[in-house]
């Protein structure tokens, strides 16, 4: 009964590819968040959806394209991975005008 | 902007010893304040979180009051454990800016036994 769930959990890949990484949670949430966390731990925020609609788009290069198909899912795509990018990638869900988010288990992204 | 800074690590610390990790914040508005851990190799869990000033968050046997007057939220725990080891990270979110999370660096809290 995942709340919050990621795929792949590690994703080990070559510079220059395109790959993506899936979000989705059940708990009827209609707030979405990526986050990255970068080899020093330091986590900062990369886009938030509000009911499938962009609202918040930090300054990420262009390579990052988030998509959302419905309320409940929140897709990251990568093109032209760079070594860069390597690190963890959060997503995570809120309801409304409450103020907690509820995490995913995280993505480790290796770009080699 | 807002902003939240936090003591740095590593803090190393014998079992049962009382730990404090400092955070302080700046922001605009009245914030809602947050600790998270992560313990090794995994995620973000909430540990615990206030809302408004003077509100105490507890879980687990440990606490952090909001304090406006010194735009602070210092985590506590009387005693710690060696399975307290993990990386908190303070943070906190307001309406003003979709409530995303604005970070602190983390502090990485070693307990030795």
């Known amino acids: 009964d995942t709340a919050v769930s990621q795929t792949p959990k590690y994703l080990v890949t070559q510079m220059g590819n395109d790959k993506s990484i899936k979000c989705e949670q059940n708990?009827?949430?209609?707030?979405m968040y990526w986050y990255k966390q970068d080899s020093k731990k330091f986590l900062k925020i990369m886009f938030s959806?509000?009911?499938?609609?962009?609202?918040i788009n930090e300054t990420v290069p262009n390579r990052f394209s988030p998509k959302s198909p419905d309320k409940a899912h929140l897709n990251l795509h990568i093109n032209s991975l760079e070594l860069g990018d390597s690190a963890v990638y959060f997503c995570?869900?809120?309801?409304?005008?409450?103020?907690?988010?509820?995490f995913g288990p995280g993505t480790r992204l290796t770009v080699l | 902007g807002n902003s939240v800074t936090q003591m740095e690590g590593p803090v190393t610390l014998s079992e049962e010893a009382f730990l404090t990790i400092n955070c302080t914040y700046t922001?605009?508005?009245?914030?809602?304040l947050f600790w998270y851990v992560q313990y090794p190799g995994e995620g973000l869990q909430l540990l615990l979180k206030?809302?408004?000033a003077d509100d105490k968050g507890s879980n687990k046997g440990f606490e952090a009051t909001y304090r406006k007057e010194t735009t602070s939220f210092h985590l506590e725990k009387g005693s710690v454990q060696v399975s307290d080891s993990a990386v908190y990270f303070c943070?906190?979110?307001?309406?003003?800016?979709?409530?995303?999370?604005?970070w602190g660096a983390g502090t990485k809290l070693i307990i030795k036994p």
């Open positions: 995570a869900s809120r309801q409304g005008s409450t103020d907690t988010q509820y």
């Open positions: 708990l009827g949430h209609d707030t």
């Open positions: 206030a809302t408004k």
């Open positions: 943070a906190l979110s307001s309406s003003d800016s979709n409530y995303q999370l604005i």
């Open positions: 959806y509000n009911n499938k609609e962009l609202i």
């Open positions: 922001a605009t508005g009245y914030p809602s």
